[in-house]
Each structure stands twice: as structure tokens, then as C-alpha cells.
């Protein structure tokens, strides 16, 4: 057990958290036990243990363990709790609880066995609470994502910039705009945003493409993969689908074609397109009302930095703007295909669609347009990066 407190101790010591996730506040860390899940790469560890340290210090009363620790391959996670319990342990967090076999019972035990005990777990996007129903009445699950542009812009220019909802924008944005512009041209920044500003890891002094490739990799070889359970012959079929898919842009899937050109069938294309999109490799527009195992409407990748490091680069400048509007929205709020001229329908309420420039739009009252190169919005005319300030 000592040997934990020590890891523990070092790691939280040593956690280089620059930008404070607006997540930390939404949780209700009173829960009993609680799952953040989120794609890899995204920072689910650094928040564990910056949590660690914001909220107990060096107190031993919450320690942080990996199930990666060759310990786990002898002993339960259940015994292990009780020795921690025993100890006076108090919060228990799990980085990677995926990697032990039966995890979702072994949690249970632990809750019905130790009340007085709060486990906080990390796990891969592709977790699904309806698929544990041991869990499903007792886990509060959250989802960790990528930086915001507003987490971006602050990272960068020592600003504390706080989010604003999608009605605060629509109704105040000229004067939200106004107010950052005071401190600060978000368009310097955009296009560093869009090319390797969504994963935490551009922090580091590595190539961010690469790093990015191999941690793209590491999302099917492991969250498809692993722990869906598929047979790693099938590995190359996911990795030219998702190509394939990226290569195409942003439009509805030909499932027949791809399965030609894949050597498969329809069905296991739409299923190899569902487990990337819970991956977060890819986002699914439908139109309002429909959902899977239909057709999509339209194929996106889950955010612009993945457009930039698939080879060839191959996109439209529109499905750029398209991608990120999407993935920003993609927190709280149904995106669905959009109808009337516009390119998607939010909430089932608002009509939007995307431009380069001011000169590009064909006013209608009755669609919002997110411009491009925009500071300063008027009326449904809204600056496409402000969007990236709703988390």
C-alpha cells in the first residue's frame, strides 16, 4: 500500500494542469461513484490528479491508482478497496479501469461493500452505461473533452474568458464579441485552434501530427478494438473505413460502396461506423428524428485537428468551418442535418449553417450564420469562433 502513497504522491506533486476544466464544477463530487469517460489523449489522468490535488493536498484519505500496475494481475480491485478503507481511505480514483477484467462488477462490490467510500474511474469513450447494468442505477457518468477554443484562447493569452450558452450567445453576442475583442483578436488564434489546438498533448515538445496519428491509432487498437472485443484481423478494415470516411468529407456515407471496397458487409460497416463515432473519431448528423442503425445524413471527423493529419490533406474550407461548428455544439446540445437552406438544425429550434466571409451569406431571419472571418457579430450574423466559447 505504501508503494501506491508514494506513486500517489509523486504524481500529484508533479501535475502540470495549465488550464482548470470546466468540468471539475459540473460534477457533483458527492456522488458515490463516479465515471469520467473520454477519448485518448484528452487529459483524463492530468484531471484526476489535479482534482487530487485541488481538493486533498497530501491527505491519504484519497489515493490514485492505475490498473495498468501489475498488482491488479494477482489481487482484486475489492481487496485492494478494503485495504485502502482499512487505511482510513476516503476517495479512491481509478485511472484506466478498463484494463481489469470484469471492472463493472468488481465497482459494485465495492459500492455495496464499502458506503462510506467514493470511487471516481476513468474509462474509454466507447463506454456505454446502458451496457453494465450493474452500474447503470448507481454510476453518475461524465465525458471529458477536448479543449474549447475558449480553453485554448485562455491557455494562450493568460485571459480567463468563462463559457456562455448557446442563449446567451444567440442573444448577446455582439456585446460577448466586444467584450473579448477588449482584450484580446480571437482570430489570431483561430487557425492555431483548428489545426492542433482540441488535444492537450500539442503542450508537449513533440510533433503534434504524429503524436496525433499514433494516439488516433491507439483509439482503434484499443477502444475499438479491445474493448469491443473485435478481432485484431479486422484492424486494417477500421483504419481504411475511417480514411475513407475522412477522404470523402462531409457528406452521407455510400455503405454500399464501402463495403465493396472494404470486403464487407453493410451491416458491419455501419457497426465499424458506430463504434468510431463513439470513439469520438467521427460525428453522425441525422436528420431530426432519426438516429442509428439508419444511415447518416452526413459524415464529419469529430474535430478539425483529425482532418489535418489525415494524408493527403483533403478537405473543403466549408467542411472545416462545418467540423468545428459541429464539435462545438457537440456538448449539451442535438445536431441534427439542417433544412431550409441551413446546414444543421440544433435542438430542433435553430437553424444554422456556416461562411467564410460576411460578402458569402444570403440573409435569411430566419438562420443563424457562423462567419469565419468575423470579430464582431450583428443580428443572426454570429462570429464562427465564439461558438467555441460554450464550454
Same mark, same amino acid.
Given at each position: @500500500?505504501? $508503494?501506491?502513497?508514494?506513486?500517489?504522491?509523486?504524481?500529484? #506533486?508533479?501535475?502540470? /494542469?495549465?488550464?482548470?476544466?470546466?468540468? @471539475?464544477?459540473?460534477?457533483?463530487? *458527492?456522488?458515490?461513484?463516479? !465515471?469520467? %469517460?473520454?477519448?485518448? !489523449?484528452?487529459?483524463? $489522468?492530468t484531471f484526476l490528479l489535479q482534482y487530487a490535488k485541488e481538493k486533498? +493536498?497530501? =491527505?491519504?484519505?484519497?489515493?490514485?491508482?492505475?490498473?495498468?500496475?501489475?498488482?491488479?494481475?494477482?489481487? $482484486?480491485?475489492?481487496?485492494?478497496?478494503? *485495504?485502502?478503507?482499512d487505511n482510513g481511505g476516503k476517495v479512491l480514483l481509478i485511472d484506466q479501469v478498463f484494463k481489469y477484467p470484469a471492472w463493472s462488477q468488481e465497482l459494485r462490490i465495492c459500492y455495496d461493500r464499502f458506503p462510506n467510500l467514493r470511487i471516481i474511474f476513468t474509462n474509454s469513450s466507447v463506454m456505454q452505461l446502458e451496457d453494465y447494468p450493474e452500474l447503470a442505477s448507481v454510476c453518475k457518468l461524465?465525458?471529458?473533452? +477536448?479543449?474549447?477554443?475558449? #480553453?485554448?484562447?485562455?491557455? %494562450? &493569452? +493568460?485571459?480567463?474568458?468563462?463559457?456562455?450558452?448557446? !442563449?446567451?450567445?444567440?442573444?448577446?453576442? *455582439? /456585446?460577448?464579441a466586444e467584450t473579448v475583442l477588449r482584450n484580446c483578436n480571437p482570430l489570431d488564434y483561430f487557425k492555431d485552434y483548428?489545426?492542433? +489546438?482540441?488535444?492537450?498533448?500539442?503542450?508537449?515538445?513533440?510533433?503534434?501530427?504524429?503524436?496525433?496519428?499514433? &494516439?488516433?491509432?491507439?483509439?482503434?487498437?484499443?477502444?475499438?478494438?479491445?474493448?469491443? *472485443?473485435?478481432?485484431?484481423?479486422?484492424?486494417? %478494415?477500421?483504419? %481504411?473505413?475511417?480514411?475513407?470516411? /475522412?477522404? =470523402? !468529407? $462531409?457528406?452521407?456515407?455510400?455503405?454500399?460502396?464501402?463495403?465493396? #471496397?472494404?470486403? &464487407?458487409?453493410r451491416a458491419t460497416? @455501419?457497426?465499424?461506423?458506430?463504434?468510431?463515432s463513439e470513439a469520438r473519431l467521427i460525428n453522425m448528423i441525422y436528420p431530426s428524428g432519426e438516429s442509428f442503425p439508419k444511415k447518416?445524413?452526413?459524415?464529419?471527423?469529430?474535430?478539425?485537428?483529425?482532418m489535418y493529419a489525415i494524408y493527403p490533406i483533403k478537405f473543403e474550407k466549408q467542411d472545416v468551418l462545418d467540423t468545428f461548428l459541429t464539435n462545438a455544439l457537440h456538448k449539451g446540445h442535438q445536431v441534427c442535418k439542417g433544412e431550409r437552406g441551413a446546414s444543421f438544425l440544433i435542438d430542433d429550434k435553430y437553424h444554422f449553417r456556416t461562411c467564410m466571409d460576411i460578402g458569402d451569406i444570403r440573409n435569411n431571419p430566419r438562420t443563424y450564420v457562423a462567419v469565419r472571418n468575423m470579430e464582431v457579430g450583428h443580428g443572426n450574423e454570429i462570429p464562427l469562433w465564439l461558438m467555441g466559447f460554450l464550454y
Open positions: @500500500m505504501e $508503494t501506491f502513497y508514494r506513486t500517489h504522491h509523486y504524481l500529484v #506533486e508533479h501535475v502540470q /494542469a495549465p488550464v482548470r476544466r470546466i468540468l @471539475m464544477d459540473e460534477i457533483n463530487w *458527492q456522488d458515490r461513484l463516479i !465515471g469520467i %469517460k473520454g477519448t485518448r !489523449g484528452i487529459g483524463k $489522468t486533498f +493536498g497530501s =491527505d491519504r484519505s484519497c489515493l490514485y491508482i492505475n490498473m495498468n500496475n501489475f498488482y491488479f494481475a494477482n489481487h $482484486t480491485l475489492s481487496d485492494f478497496a478494503q *485495504q485502502f478503507v461524465y465525458h471529458l473533452r +477536448g479543449f474549447s477554443f475558449r #480553453e485554448f484562447l485562455n491557455l %494562450k &493569452t +493568460g485571459h480567463s474568458f468563462h463559457p456562455y450558452s448557446l !442563449g446567451e450567445i444567440l442573444e448577446n453576442h *455582439q /456585446a460577448i483548428l489545426h492542433h +489546438g482540441f488535444y492537450p498533448f500539442f503542450l508537449e515538445h513533440r510533433n503534434y501530427s504524429e503524436n496525433l496519428l499514433k &494516439t488516433m491509432n491507439m483509439m482503434i487498437e484499443v477502444d475499438i478494438l479491445l474493448i469491443k *472485443q473485435i478481432e485484431l484481423k479486422y484492424l486494417s %478494415k477500421i483504419k %481504411k473505413l475511417l480514411y475513407l470516411l /475522412a477522404v =470523402d !468529407g $462531409t457528406v452521407a456515407p455510400n455503405v454500399s460502396q464501402l463495403a465493396k #471496397e472494404i470486403q &464487407t458487409s460497416i @455501419m457497426n465499424y461506423i458506430k463504434y468510431l447518416p445524413a452526413k459524415l464529419m471527423m469529430h474535430n478539425t485537428n483529425l
